[in-house]
């Protein structure tokens, strides 16, 4: 095991036994909870390395980066997320590439989604994004419009809605993003008894911020710093 291999084993326990932790404190079981490792900016030979302690989540922001790894790692056994903000005209680059969108937050793009993963013939898995704080600069959709979206993903059959995912605003205090958190437990609960289904997946917290996350619901954490650590800058 090479150095850097076993530096990613050793941050990857510590955060996976920190995500047991708030599991158990919210009386939950820690398999519900999974850890998708953020590692965009990060080279491909992380991700292998990584994958090779036993990591399947991987999570990329940036369609042209995400492609380029996934052709570099081909044959990894490793589950694709793409997290980032989509464009809807680079739609086509994503659907059938990843084995969950998170960041679904218009009725453009999830159209765009649906009309390739039906070229693709199959059925990409989505979560819509919802912007709890109404953050102008941030993605995902306004609570208000939520329901009219989900309504038309479940009309759209190339796409298959699982849940929510939000980002809140940046806090120094972990405990002050709770709230939003508890809100799209709560939209998703809203949501289930209205469309008649269950969204199994709320994707919610972060490096800094997912021990309430985990004791809110989460059942998807998105995680880099804490694994991979500082990322490189952007080219």
Same mark, same amino acid.
């Given at each position: 095991?090479?150095?850097?291999?076993?530096?990613?084993? $050793?941050?990857?326990?510590?955060?996976?036994?920190?995500?047991?932790? /708030?599991? +158990?404190?919210? !009386?939950?079981?820690?398999?519900?909870?999974?850890?998708?490792?953020?590692?965009?900016?990060? %080279?491909?030979?992380?991700?292998?390395?990584?994958? /090779?302690?036993?990591?399947?989540?991987?999570?990329?922001?940036?369609?042209?980066?995400?492609?380029?790894?996934?052709?570099?790692?081909?044959?990894?056994?490793?589950?694709?997320?793409?997290?980032?903000?989509?464009?809807?005209? +680079?739609?086509?680059?994503? /659907? *059938?590439?990843?084995? =969950?969108?998170?960041?679904?937050?218009?009725? +453009?793009?999830?159209?765009?989604?649906? +009309?390739?993963?039906?070229?693709?013939?199959?059925?990409?898995?989505?979560?819509?994004?919802?912007?709890? /704080? #109404?953050?102008?600069?941030?993605?995902?959709?306004?609570?208000?419009?939520? %329901?009219?979206?989900? $309504?038309?993903?479940?009309?759209?059959? #190339?796409?298959?809605?699982? *849940?929510?995912?939000?980002? %809140?605003?940046?806090?120094?205090?972990?405990?002050?993003?709770? %709230?939003?958190?508890?809100?799209?437990? $709560? =939209?998703? !609960? *809203? =949501?289930?008894?209205?469309?008649?289904?269950?969204?199994?997946?709320?994707?919610?917290?972060?490096?800094?911020?997912?021990?309430?996350?985990?004791?809110?619901?989460?059942?998807?954490?998105?995680? #880099?710093?804490?694994?991979?650590?500082?990322?490189?800058?952007?080219?």
């Amino acid at each position: 095991m090479s150095l850097r291999q076993q530096e990613l084993a $050793e941050r990857r326990a510590e955060v996976r036994e920190a995500l047991a932790e /708030a599991a +158990k404190q919210a !009386g939950r079981a820690p398999e519900d909870v999974t850890l998708v490792a953020v590692s965009k900016l990060h %080279p491909a030979s992380d991700i292998r390395d990584l994958a /090779a302690t036993g990591q399947t989540e991987f999570g990329e922001n940036y369609v042209q980066e995400a492609l380029a790894k996934q052709d570099e790692l081909a044959g990894l056994n490793v589950n694709w997320h793409f997290i980032g903000g989509l464009q809807s005209n +680079k739609a086509k680059y994503v /659907a *059938g590439k990843f084995a =969950l969108v998170h960041s679904v937050d218009s009725s +453009k793009l999830a159209q765009a989604l649906h +009309k390739k993963a039906v070229s693709l013939d199959t059925v990409q898995d989505i979560l819509i994004q919802v912007n709890i /704080a #109404g953050e102008t600069q941030k993605s995902g959709i306004m609570v208000e419009k939520l %329901p009219g979206l989900a $309504e038309a993903v479940l009309g759209m059959e #190339g796409l298959r809605l699982v *849940g929510l995912m939000t980002m %809140p605003p940046f806090f120094d205090d972990p405990e002050r993003a709770r %709230p939003v958190f508890a809100r799209l437990r $709560e =939209l998703r !609960g *809203g =949501l289930e008894t209205r469309l008649g289904m269950d969204l199994p997946h709320l994707s919610m917290g972060m490096t800094g911020d997912f021990v309430p996350a985990v004791q809110e619901g989460a059942t998807l954490v998105r995680i #880099g710093t804490r694994i991979f650590g500082a990322r490189p800058p952007r080219d």
